[in-house]
Every structure is written in C-alpha cells, then in structure tokens.
C-alpha cells in the first residue's frame, strides 16, 4: 500500500474500474467491473462513498481500518485520502460508488448545505452500517441516479440527479441517527468518558499550557472524529460539543468564584481563557451575572 493513485476526475475513478463514463461530474460506480487487483493507497478529488458488497479487503483511512463489513457506507470529502488494504493479495473489488464532483453541485441547494452533512468527515470505525432494508434503500437511489445517467443529458438531469444524491444523503443522515442508538456498544460510555475528560483536565495544569479543552482535542483523546464526536454529543444531550464544554468550564468557574484569594482574572487565567474579558463576557452570557456580581450574590446568600 505504498503507491499513492490520484483521482482527480469522474473519468480517472470510472477508468480505474473499467467503467464507463456518462457524465463528467457524477457516477454509480460498479467495482465489480474493475480487474482483480492489490491493495493500494487512493487519493480522491470528488465526494466518494462506497457501499460495502462482500469481505474484498479492508478500507483504510489515516493509520486505522475502517469497521467496514458487508453493508456498510463509507463517506470521503475532496482532497481525502483511503486505501485497500489486501495484505498482499489480490481481490476482486466488490460494491459500488457514488462520486459526484463538487462542480455538479455548485449553486444549487445541496451545494449550499453539503457541510451539514458531517459524516463526510468521519473516520476510522464510524462508517455507517445499514440494516437489509436500509441497504436496499441505498440501491433505490443508486439505481435512480444511474437511471438518470443512462439517458441523454438534458435540461432535467442535473437537477434530478443532484435531487437523488440529496435524497441520497438525507436517508444516511436518518440512518446515522438510529445507528448512535443500536450501535451504543460500540461508543458505550463516550458522553461519560467525556465529562471525566473534562473533569480530569481541570485538575492538571493543562488549561494554562493548552488553553480551554476544544472538540477537537476531546474528540481524539477518546478516538472520535471531531465530526462524529460533535454529531454523538448533540444526538445524546440536545447540546453541541462547544456548548457541552462551555457548561462544564462555568461549572468549575462558579465553584472558583468562592475562592477570595484569587482575581477574576487570576480565575479567568487558570480556566485557560487567554484574556479575562472573554471570560467576563462568556459567564455573563450562560450565569446571566457578571463573575463579581456573581460572587457579590453568593457572599450576601452566604451571609
């Protein structure tokens, strides 16, 4: 797996895999066409996702191996690297492929919204694994794609095709949903892994060398995606990540109120906020006080 392939057009993909090309931007690829082959490293310049036929080798992204079985969806953005790791062997590709070009969705309303879609930024053991019925309604909208694609382009194509591939991608998002609750064995315990993380941070020194926890930083020490990690939490508590993080930061701040030895920039400072105004203006914001009007309060309910 040390030669790098680059994909940079439909066309390169669809040649690879001895198919045809029907249109320049977008294609339902079957791997079953390709030549027999061995694993290697792929570089793709369009949105990709794969849909997993048969045991035919394991797909990997970065260092790790996708949890890629029979049924499973597989997403990649532009400018991502996978590979097919065969251990040396030659396989028989299997599955299909949709890749479409972002030129196809330029200006249109897919186009304006394709980020929302954050499973194209997943990783690793986060594909999506689709139920038989939940497959077959993939090949539905694989099959209306190719329909599209298998007659003359015109005035109705694009935005036909463009509509199925939004479909497309809607059902996954429905489908992703459910798999955070059937799959829970395998994230079990992640929000509660996170609040430890949390915990745990905020009794190091690491706020002050590292600065407040991000998602990013907490979605890698718990072997998650930022995307997909961000996408669980909101699931599970109705919050995003950021705003999970803010709340646990202003618990903490509010217990350091009551430390009277210290400045509310001195607190700001250990909480890891860079300056203390955007501490002020952050506490105000989710306590509806100020941290001295806050701390003025609990002295006089104290008292």
Not at 208 to 222: H, I, N, R, W
């Amino acid at each position: 797996m040390d030669d790098l392939r680059r994909f940079e057009t439909i066309n390169d993909y669809n040649a690879f895999n001895n198919n045809e090309t029907r249109h320049p931007l977008v294609s339902v690829v079957d791997l079953s066409k390709a030549n027999p082959r061995q694993g290697s490293r792929m570089y793709f310049g369009f949105y990709t996702v794969f849909l997993k036929d048969v045991k035919c080798g394991d797909l990997v992204y970065g260092r790790h191996t996708y949890d890629y079985q029979e049924g499973t969806l597989v997403f990649l953005a532009p400018g991502q690297v996978a590979g097919m790791n065969s251990n040396g062997e030659t396989y028989q590709p299997k599955g299909y492929a949709l890749i479409f070009h972002s030129d196809l969705i330029h200006g249109t309303g897919l186009g304006r919204h394709i980020q929302e879609y954050t499973f194209f930024g997943y990783q690793s053991n986060e594909a999506l694994h689709l139920s038989s019925r939940e497959r077959q309604i993939v090949l539905d909208c694989f099959s209306k794609i190719d329909y599209e694609l298998e007659h003359a382009i015109d005035k109705h194509s694009k935005g036909l095709i463009v509509n199925n591939i939004e479909l497309f991608l809607n059902y996954c998002v429905r489908f992703y949903e459910r798999q955070f609750i059937t799959r829970d064995n395998v994230h079990k315990g992640a929000l509660e892994r996170f609040e430890d993380l949390l915990n745990a941070y905020y009794q190091t020194d690491k706020p002050q060398t590292m600065g407040l926890p991000s998602v990013a930083y907490c979605a890698g020490e718990l072997n998650l995606s930022a995307n997909y990690f961000g996408d669980l939490v909101k699931k599970e508590t109705g919050k995003t990540a950021q705003e999970y993080i803010q709340a646990k930061v202003m618990d903490v701040a509010k217990e350091r109120i009551f430390d009277h030895s210290k400045s509310v920039s001195q607190i700001a400072y250990d909480l890891g906020f860079k300056y203390p105004q955007h501490f002020i203006r952050l506490f105000k914001q989710r306590v509806g006080q100020s941290p001295n009007e806050y701390r003025r309060t609990a002295d006089a309910d104290a008292a």
